[in-house]
């Protein structure tokens, strides 16, 4: 295969390829992708097996484009896989070999990477790193398979290998060179981060094009499709990767680097983007002020001020003819039946909304009468000194010392009430950063505003922020699951599959649900939104004659027709969109009762839980990484030439 080099380009701004196969290696890539992405790296890679013109075709695009690095994800059942290596892995493989001819220019940052994923059930029992054969994935794509690939003079081991346990050192090495990259426009110690919380996307990759000459970093967290909040996936790959991006930023403006004549350098983070403000209080929390001296860190809103520019919150008193607005806490909304709250052992709680121009007093309420130990609630809000019941906005200029009074109420309820913190807010995102920074040693529930779909919103726990401690900042994602165990209560059971549904026990049928319309009429029932296109036929010729088979190509899409989330109700939907939708109040019929061949009905109802090789690959993560910036070294072969030592940022030459 001749590959021209015209259509390889390596740029240091550009995306991560993650190069994995979609058979067998989806959930590892999924982890990847969100552990680079909510880590400040922009990953690449396509969500959807599209067929392989496409994917030729996408490929060449992001690699005519420019990428930065690439990651080839080995995981059991590849050896299956042509695509890789025959148009994935010899690209990438020539691109870290010109990369390492060159020796300088844009094109020498480029480092291809391997994630060692095999042999995952042995991976996930232990994580000392004797279960990875780092020899194994040169047998499996490159000199096992009966057309070697051409090897540009390289093998896969003697390429950085990570296990499972260490894709946070994965990520440390990428934010490393990420940031070495742009040494020459970081002289003035700024680095400026990104940060975005968007819908879920409907494009079948993550990114294409490189990164904002603007923007170091780029931290981006997708919602979940029915709540409308950063999905719990997410989260807890935030969890993982926000510890090593904020070591990452410290290292690039550490106090101990000097200008070229040897004067200290002022150090400068910028915070700018939108989002939900759980993912700003905990980046906040990783920037702390005991780290980040006052005055280092600035966020910048993407709204505008009324004339039209920017709104840039900085971390400095205004003079005191300028104060215009001060926070005021209100007085207590107490629960109206107070004798739940002290029948449960524990710290008293208190639910806290930092309120800015607008809330629903409502939904703190709520949020007050769910918590078991917690008998009021409290608003602190911003205030015009001249006018308390102004509802203007108040300026960004204002920030900082509005961002101490807050702090200050918050730091009283915990160390002088001693209440275990839960808090909502409606306040700017830059001004929760700010707080967060001042509240770093309170340990802070943070909730989130969910709209789930025909439901009236509320308010949900996202996540438990507490910086200074070994597992922090985050030191809990909480599930949004709507039902954690079965509920063996009563319910409502709807049919919305286009068939009648029978339950048998044994063989006597016990109860019928209608179907809710015609299989013809598509708008009664749940289903998958795929799109469909015309593939070329299947030519099959055999002992039984020859004949044309029409063949479709299906690409996966979205749940149409989804009802809302109602407590007490259940619903029958079919095995394929139980399975895509992560919803409990979802099941199948399971267990077919057949009649002469055709199924008549069902013996139970089935449901899903969320992928465990998910979950266990994200807890293996924490453990290799102690929870904190990805402590430990990646697996390596031991053939690898090279005579430095055996860490995350070695390289072999």
Known sequence: ??????????????????????????????????????????????????????IRRRIHEAMEEGISAGVLVVTDGIEKSDFIPQEELPRLLALDTRAKQEGSGPSSDFRLYVLNALSLARQLANSDGDNVDPAAPDKLLLTGRPRPVRLWGQRLDQRM????????????????RRLASRHTQLDDRQVSVWIQTRPEPHVDRFARTRMSAMRD???????????????????????????????????????????????????????????????????????????????SVECVDIRFSDTGERLVWREELIASDQVKHEVRQGEPLPRSDRSDARTHDGPSQVA???????????????????????????VCEVTNIADPTSKSHFPAAEGYRLAKQFATILRSLHNDKHYELHVATTLPVPLVLLIARLCNTIPVTFYERATPRGLPSYYVPAITVEAGTPMGPITRVHSQRWMEAVDTGSTTLINLTPHDVTLFDDDVPVRTWPAPGTAEDTTTWVRRNDTVVVAPPLHIDDAEGGIVAPVKTYTPGSLVNVPPIVPGTTYIVSRLSAEASHRSDFVFPADEVRDEGRIIGCRTFGRFAPSPHVASILSLMTRGSGGAAGAGAPCRAPSAPSSEP????????
């Not at 989806?26 to 067929?51: H, K, Y």
């Not at 550490?254 to 905990?282: C, E, F, M, Q, Y």
């Not at 055996?646 to 030459?653: E, K, L, R, V």
């Open 1 to 54: 295969m001749s590959i021209q080099w015209s259509e390889l380009n390596a740029e240091p701004e550009g995306p991560v390829f993650i190069s994995y196969r979609h058979s067998g290696g989806r959930d590892m890539a999924d982890v990847l992708a969100g552990i680079l992405r909510t880590g400040g790296i922009v990953p690449w890679f396509d969500q959807s097996d599209l067929g392989g013109g496409i």
């Open 161 to 176: 290998q990570y296990d499972i346990a260490h894709v946070p050192t994965l990520l440390r090495d990428l934010l490393a």
């Open 217 to 295: 970093l780029s931290v981006r967290l997708h919602q979940d499709s029915l709540l409308g909040i950063p999905s719990e996936l997410d989260y807890r790959c935030f969890q993982i990767s926000l510890p090593i991006l904020a070591d990452a930023v410290y290292a690039s403006v550490n106090p101990l680097r000097t200008d070229i004549a040897g004067s200290a350098l002022t150090p400068k983070v910028t915070i700018a983007g939108g989002g939900h403000p759980s993912v700003w209080w905990a980046v906040g929390a990783a920037l702390p002020e005991a780290r980040h001296a006052p005055g």
């Open 352 to 378: 806290v909304l930092l309120k800015g121009t607008y809330a629903d007093l409502s939904l703190l309420e709520d949020l007050r009468d769910s918590l078991p130990r917690c008998d009021q609630a409290l």
């Open 646 to 653: 055996d860490h995350g940022t070695s390289y072999p030459q």
